[in-house]
């Protein structure tokens, strides 16, 4: 699925890419790679606290594939595991994952999740229905 989408995009062209990861079918997860100015760092982030390997580096291998298949530049690509806010039960990894990436797409330390999680799901909830993402529509 990945190969279909970069077929016609250069990933290497954009700052960073965000890719929510749905790890074992029951938990989600992201990572982002900067790989504009600043290219060489996967994040992994994971509400549970986890540092799996698997995803990061399979991540880091796509990338090599997709620099190789595109004529592009390698580079050392560094893997580090961000502290992110814990989610507090089961249920919360898709509201963790959303909330932490739109917080970095904008620029702002994802640590600035600080409400509660019942907030978070009402204004993605609110947002989804108005048409609009980030306060923007």
């Not at 992201?30 to 540092?51: H, K, M, N, P, Y």
Request: hydrophobic content about 40%.
């Amino acid at each position: 699925m990945v190969w279909r989408w970069t077929k016609n995009n250069d990933i290497f062209s954009m700052d960073t890419i965000f890719i929510p990861v749905n790890h074992a079918n029951s938990h989600w997860v992201f990572v982002t790679v900067r790989v504009g100015a600043e290219a060489g760092t996967i994040s992994f982030f994971d509400s549970l606290g986890s540092r799996l390997k698997q995803v990061p580096l399979t991540t880091r291998q796509l990338l090599m594939n997709e620099a190789k298949d595109k004529g592009k530049p390698q580079h050392e690509w560094t893997i580090e595991h961000p502290y992110c806010r814990q989610q507090e039960n089961a249920d919360e990894c898709g509201v963790f994952t959303l909330v932490h990436m739109d917080l970095l797409a904008r620029g702002m330390d994802h640590m600035a999740m600080t409400k509660s999680t019942a907030y978070y799901r009402c204004r993605i909830a609110a947002e989804l229905l108005a048409g609009c993402l980030g306060g923007q529509g």
